[in-house]
């Protein structure tokens, strides 16, 4: 059964400072990882999605990483900015199914 | 125009009640998704059907019944509510249910069932 695992459960910064979330995972026979964003009372939003075969994926300021093998993937954004204030999600697609983490709550003060 | 709508956003309901949850996509998906969200925030899938046909039972209460009367659509039909049934529901779509393409899903807003 794969198990998704996100450190820190929250994170606060000051505006301008970059933020590393984790994400690791049990199996790594996956088809991908994708991070999502949630907003309080609003669904989720998808940023970036890594296919098994790839190393990263870039989007603006978030750049995400990804090493199957050690079961673990990174997501880096940069210069955050009040509007990064979110909770953000980790999953896995494995047998046609996603498997989520706990989140990240990031917090960024202005 | 929402790419993934639910309804209702909120339901409050007596425990032994039936109640249902209605799902539209408008992305020509063929594959839509049932998701919980618990009090702990944890996600888990719950159903998942491609082009009406049921791929994905993650041994749910037979309380619970998903029914898809077309492609665009997944309801969720819950009865004999119970405290426990309490969490926000998602519905999800994506373009296919393949793991070996790039299959983003797509999100409702969610509903969040009370249940008293």
């Known amino acids: 059964k794969q198990e998704v695992t996100q450190i820190p459960a929250a994170l606060s910064v000051p505006e301008g400072e970059n933020l590393v979330l984790n994400c690791s995972f049990t199996d790594s026979a996956i088809y991908n990882l994708q991070w999502f964003r949630q907003d309080p009372g609003k669904g989720l939003t998808s940023l970036l999605l890594?296919?098994?075969?790839?190393r990263e994926q870039t989007s603006g300021r978030l750049n995400a990483s990804l090493d199957k093998s050690s079961g673990r993937s990174t997501l880096y954004i940069a210069a955050s900015q009040p509007g990064d204030s979110a909770t953000y999600l980790c999953?896995?697609?494995?047998?046609?199914?996603?498997?989520f983490g706990a989140g990240t709550t990031v917090t960024v003060r202005a | 125009d929402t790419a993934v709508s639910q309804t209702p956003k909120y339901l409050v309901t007596q425990m032994g009640n039936d109640k249902s949850i209605k799902c539209e996509q408008n992305l020509g998906h063929d594959t839509m998704y049932w998701y919980k969200q618990d009090s702990k925030k944890f996600l888990k899938i719950m159903f998942s059907?491609?082009?009406?046909?049921?791929?994905i039972n993650e041994t749910v209460p037979n309380r619970f019944s998903p029914k898809s009367p077309d492609k665009a659509h997944l309801n969720l039909h819950i009865n004999s509510l119970e405290l426990g049934d309490s969490a926000v529901y998602f519905c999800a779509s994506s373009q296919d249910h393949s793991g070996a393409t790039k299959n983003i899903q797509y999100f409702g807003a969610g509903t969040r069932l009370s249940v008293l």
């Open positions: 999953a896995v697609e494995d047998d046609y199914k996603l498997s």
């Open positions: 890594i296919q098994s075969s790839q």
């Open positions: 059907y491609n082009n009406k046909e049921l791929i």
